[in-house]
């Protein structure tokens, strides 16, 4: 099964790694480098650790982020 998580690697004008869950930001990595060598070297470890929730975390960690994601549709006018 393909893994819910990807990454968009940081680059010399963005100074942070996206870690995506189904193709939308979940985390940027935040660690206190101008290097995104070092932001791109955590954002796979921190990928890592998400791949192993248990079936139980994922579940909750998609409910939350849905919520999120709903309330600011809702709060947010369409253009």
Known sequence: MAS?????????TALGSLILLHGRV??????SSDS?????RLADP????LARL???????LEAI???HETRWTQETPAP
Do not use: F, K, R
């Not at 819910?4 to 010399?12: G, L, V, W």
């Not at 979940?26 to 660690?31: A, F, Y």
């Not at 921190?46 to 650790?49: A, D, E, N, S, T």
């Open 26 to 31: 979940l985390l940027i990595t935040g660690l």
């Open 54 to 60: 248990t079936p139980a975390e994922q579940a909750e």
């Open 46 to 49: 921190m990928v890592g650790v």
């Open 4 to 12: 819910p998580y990807a990454i968009t690697p940081s680059d010399e």
């Open 65 to 67: 982020v849905g919520a």
């Open 36 to 40: 995104a060598v070092q932001h791109n």
